[in-house]
């Protein structure tokens, strides 16, 4: 083995997580591992014949960033479909959708996403008779920026087998019109799973998000082959911003299975963690998955160990679950995935089999039912270091809030998702939320300021992978107006919790999220100091090289 480095970083703005070793300018890797920091002269001292030199040019060296709420597949899938962020009124989108049917003439399903709920103007909610004005003689699907909810042209509902309406399971919703016949809306992944089926992935990509189960028929060898290699562009993407692991938030043994063997291959270019997703309809005795994969799946690469859950649906549908009925819908307080006593036994067996457990939670009804779970299997087992998480958050009753520090529960929030990070607009009091929940709304600084863990992601898809949109988004973000609060955080904080902390959220803060000797060399090198940014131009920093295990899996 050789003394010397095999790659060494000079001229950087280190930003180390490490009291020890800040200051420092420069540092070397050998073997996947930082072996040290210190001055440009110093690390210089260090280098052989063989070792690579990268000058940073005084911009920010930093721990890789870790986005710890992904969905993988899907979002890798979707940088080849149709993007609607910006797309709104009957006009532009007939012009998009008959655009990219000109481009794909024979893709089987023409599929939008990032839709607005009001794509097609203010008070038009999208029929498959609207869309079949626009494209009548082809499935044409427009996903929501959320991903919970799907409209259909009736040319996709007939080959779906839904245009008649047809079982779904709780919480999902097949919207029918007064004739009988679907509407073209379709709530939750139970009512809109049968659509992504038409497509070229024939639904593999949406298949751990929608069912947590593996491809029935099992998967040809010629789709394994290319559904690897959608996986990997989508990893490439992510590694163009600086990422170097993935938290992924659906999951089945067929996901883990591809990225174990992309691994296999070398040719994994971040580091993975796929959960067990359990359904509501799921017998608990299909825990006994996540133990299996929580043993089989164990490498520093592709690793398992966490089970997930949903509680609720989004604002935008009403389907999240409040404590009071919606303004805008009084007979409704949304819909609970799961029934309480269900739920609580479901955390107190994965609590029990020492699973980490994360809960797509977002109204406030949501939340305290996700915090009795979580306190029910702490009651039923003891309390440890679980570190379970709950993931969204978007609204919380005042009396919870300090719930989350006194039960060590994660805050696992994405910045984008709030109004305040510039990408959707605000809700008005009276309609989705009350003026006095407003206030409690994508709260990042009151669940910080009670002590709870905060740890950032994407949930890309829903928002874009791009670590700086999110970086800005929680730090310089867009004025609301009242009774919204500013939660604007400071850009140390936002940094360590989208790295360093999120690092500890999976429990490898002893080699992750750090940049010191011995710790794993999972580095990203921005173009710029993003300390000597201004805040308003944050999002236009840019990745220069991003290094996974002291290789590079990314150079500008």
Same mark, same amino acid.
């Given at each position: 083995?050789?003394?010397?480095?095999?790659?060494?970083?000079?001229?950087?703005?280190?930003?180390?997580?490490?009291?020890?070793?800040?200051?420092?300018?420069?540092?070397?890797?050998?073997?996947?591992?930082?072996?040290?920091?210190?001055?440009?002269?110093?690390?210089?001292?260090?280098?052989?014949?063989?070792?690579?030199?990268?000058?940073?040019? +005084?911009?920010?060296?930093?721990?890789?960033?870790?986005?710890?709420?992904?969905?993988?597949?899907?979002?890798?899938?979707?940088?080849?479909?149709?993007?609607?962020?910006?797309?709104?009124?009957?006009?532009?989108?007939?012009?998009?959708?008959?655009?990219?049917?000109?481009?794909?003439?024979?893709?089987?399903?023409?599929?939008?996403?990032?839709?607005?709920?009001?794509?097609?103007?203010?008070?038009?909610?999208?029929?498959?008779?609207?869309?079949?004005?626009?494209?009548?003689? @082809?499935?044409?699907?427009?996903?929501?920026?959320?991903?919970?909810?799907? &409209?259909?042209?009736?040319?996709?509902?007939?080959?779906? !087998?839904?245009?008649?309406?047809?079982?779904?399971?709780? %919480?999902?919703?097949?919207?029918?019109?007064?004739?009988? #016949?679907?509407?073209?809306?379709?709530?939750? #992944?139970?009512?809109?799973?049968?659509?992504?089926?038409?497509?070229?992935?024939?639904?593999?990509?949406?298949?751990?998000?929608?069912?947590?189960?593996?491809?029935?028929?099992?998967?040809?060898?010629?789709?394994?082959?290319?559904?690897?290699?959608?996986?990997?562009?989508?990893?490439?993407?992510?590694?163009?911003?600086?990422?170097?692991?993935?938290?992924?938030?659906? %999951?089945?043994?067929?996901?883990?299975?591809?990225?174990?063997?992309?691994?296999?291959?070398?040719?994994?270019?971040?580091?993975?963690?796929?959960?067990?997703?359990?359904?509501?309809?799921?017998?608990?005795? @299909?825990?006994?998955?996540?133990?299996?994969?929580?043993?089989?799946?164990?490498? =520093?690469?592709?690793?398992?160990?966490?089970?997930?859950?949903?509680?609720?649906?989004?604002?935008?549908?009403?389907?999240?679950?409040?404590?009071?009925?919606?303004? +805008?819908?009084? =007979?409704?307080?949304?819909?609970?995935?799961?029934?309480?006593?269900?739920?609580?036994?479901?955390?107190?067996?994965? =609590?029990?089999?020492?699973?980490?457990?994360?809960?797509?939670?977002?109204?406030? !009804?949501?939340?305290?039912?996700?915090?009795?779970?979580?306190?029910?299997?702490?009651?039923?087992? *003891?309390?440890?270091?679980?570190?379970?998480?709950?993931?969204?958050?978007?609204?919380?009753?005042?009396?919870?809030?300090?719930?989350?520090?006194?039960? !060590?529960?994660?805050?696992?929030?994405?910045?984008?998702?709030?109004?305040? %990070? *510039?990408?959707?607009?605000?809700?008005?009091? !009276?309609?989705?939320?009350?003026?006095?929940?407003?206030?409690?709304?994508?709260? &990042?600084?009151?669940?910080?300021?009670? +002590?709870?863990?905060?740890?950032?992601?994407? =949930? &890309?898809?829903?928002?874009?992978?791009?670590?700086?949109? #999110?970086?800005?988004?929680?730090?310089?973000? #867009?004025?609301?107006?009242?009774?919204?609060?500013?939660?604007?955080?400071?850009?140390?904080?936002?940094?360590?919790?989208?790295?360093?902390?999120?690092? &500890?959220?999976?429990?490898?803060?002893? @080699?992750?999220?750090?940049?010191?000797?011995?710790?794993?060399?999972?580095?990203?090198?921005?173009?710029?100091?993003?300390?000597?940014?201004?805040?308003?131009?944050?999002?236009?920093?840019?990745?220069?090289?991003?290094?996974?295990?002291?290789?590079?899996?990314?150079?500008?």
């Amino acid at each position: 083995m050789s003394p010397h480095p095999d790659l060494i970083i000079l001229n950087g703005s280190l930003l180390t997580f490490d009291d020890a070793t800040n200051g420092a300018s420069a540092l070397a890797v050998r073997d996947g591992r930082i072996m040290a920091l210190g001055s440009n002269a110093e690390m210089r001292d260090l280098a052989g014949t063989n070792t690579e030199v990268i000058d940073a040019c +005084g911009g920010t060296v930093m721990p890789g960033f870790i986005d710890s709420h992904v969905h993988l597949f899907g979002g890798a899938a979707e940088l080849d479909m149709l993007h609607l962020h910006d797309t709104m009124g009957t006009e532009a989108l007939t012009h998009a959708i008959r655009a990219f049917a000109a481009e794909k003439p024979d893709e089987p399903l023409l599929m939008g996403v990032s839709a607005d709920y009001h794509i097609l103007g203010p008070d038009v909610t999208a029929t498959r008779q609207h869309l079949d004005e626009i494209l009548p003689d @082809r499935p044409v699907a427009l996903m929501a920026a959320d991903h919970h909810t799907v &409209w259909a042209n009736t040319k996709a509902l007939e080959q779906a !087998g839904i245009l008649h309406g047809g079982p779904v399971p709780e %919480g999902s919703e097949i919207v029918m019109a007064a004739d009988g #016949t679907a509407h073209g809306q379709l709530n939750e #992944t139970g009512a809109f799973g049968p659509v992504l089926k038409l497509s070229t992935l024939g639904g593999r990509d949406l298949l751990g998000y929608v069912t947590g189960a593996d491809p029935e028929p099992p998967a040809t060898p010629e789709e394994r082959a290319f559904d690897k290699e959608v996986i990997l562009r989508g990893l490439n993407h992510c590694a163009s911003h600086g990422i170097t692991g993935l938290h992924n938030m659906d %999951g089945n043994y067929y996901q883990l299975e591809l990225l174990s063997e992309l691994e296999a291959e070398g040719r994994l270019p971040a580091r993975v963690q796929v959960p067990m997703h359990l359904k509501n309809f799921d017998p608990l005795d @299909r825990l006994a998955e996540a133990d299996d994969m929580q043993r089989r799946f164990n490498s =520093d690469m592709v690793w398992s160990g966490r089970v997930k859950m949903f509680m609720d649906g989004v604002l935008d549908s009403y389907t999240a679950l409040m404590l009071s009925p919606y303004p +805008g819908k009084p =007979d409704s307080v949304g819909d609970a995935v799961f029934e309480a006593d269900h739920f609580n036994e479901a955390c107190i067996r994965s =609590d029990a089999m020492g699973l980490q457990i994360s809960v797509h939670a977002i109204g406030d !009804g949501a939340v305290r039912r996700t915090l009795n779970g979580y306190e029910a299997a702490q009651k039923a087992n *003891g309390v440890r270091d679980s570190r379970h998480r709950i993931e969204h958050i978007e609204v919380i009753d005042p009396a919870d809030v300090p719930r989350l520090a006194a039960m !060590g529960v994660v805050a696992s929030l994405q910045p984008l998702h709030s109004p305040a %990070g *510039g990408l959707f607009t605000p809700y008005a009091a !009276g309609d989705i939320l009350t003026a006095s929940q407003i206030p409690y709304a994508f709260a &990042w600084q009151k669940l910080r300021e009670s +002590g709870a863990k905060v740890c950032f992601s994407t =949930d &890309w898809p829903v928002v874009p992978v791009d670590t700086m949109m #999110t970086v800005a988004g929680a730090v310089h973000g #867009t004025p609301l107006p009242e009774p919204w609060v500013d939660d604007r955080q400071s850009l140390f904080d936002t940094l360590a919790a989208y790295t360093r902390d999120n690092a &500890w959220l999976e429990f490898n803060e002893h @080699r992750k999220g750090r940049l010191s000797p011995g710790y794993m060399a999972d580095i990203c090198i921005m173009g710029r100091d993003l300390f000597q940014t201004p805040d308003a131009d944050l999002a236009n920093a840019r990745t220069l090289v991003t290094l996974c295990g002291g290789r590079i899996s990314f150079r500008r």
